[in-house]
């Protein structure tokens, strides 16, 4: 049962990280300048004569050994392949960690800008930990929900006046 809860709020958090954060269309886009930038370093390589970039496939390993930091990728014989391996350096480093910032914070920062949704995801919980509660909480918890049904029905009787 716990495990099944578990999966529950894992499959919501994947779903709010998608629908309310940056990350699915900056992870695109990483991957189509990941694509475009490898094209390039592998073109202006590819005739070079020492060149360690000898294929498409080594060029798409060169760009993630550049972008991600890891200090493992071969330097581009051709001052134009540099170029265009610095540019993709920066750039996708960027985008990188910059999406992973910027999903860590959308994420955390939601709540707090849709106190509403927090509401709601705060009586999803607690709903699904009923069968933990005393009696004395599942009595609070009736008054509770007797309450805001009262609520929900004054607005609804206020919204159909106007």
Known sequence: MRRLKSHTRFKRFLKDVTAHTPFTKMVLLLMV??????????FAERD??????????????WGVAA????????????SIA??????????GSVLFFGTIVA????????PMQRPHKQIIDTVEY???????????????LKETVDTLIAHVEHLKKKQSVK
Do not use: C
Not at 33 to 42: K, M, N, R, T, V
Not at 103 to 110: D, L, N
Not at 126 to 140: F, G, K, R, T
């Open 33 to 42: 300048l990941w694509l475009i930038f490898s094209a390039g370093i592998y």
């Open 48 to 61: 070079i004569e020492g060149a360690s970039i000898h294929s498409y496939g080594h060029a798409l390993y």
């Open 67 to 78: 972008f991600s930091t890891a200090g493992i990728a071969d330097t581009p014989a051709s």
């Open 82 to 91: 540099q170029f265009i391996g610095g540019i993709w350096i920066v750039l």
């Open 103 to 110: 999903t860590v914070t959308g994420y955390f920062m939601r």
């Open 126 to 140: 607690n709903l699904e930990q009923l069968d933990d509660l005393s009696i004395d909480e599942l009595d609070l």
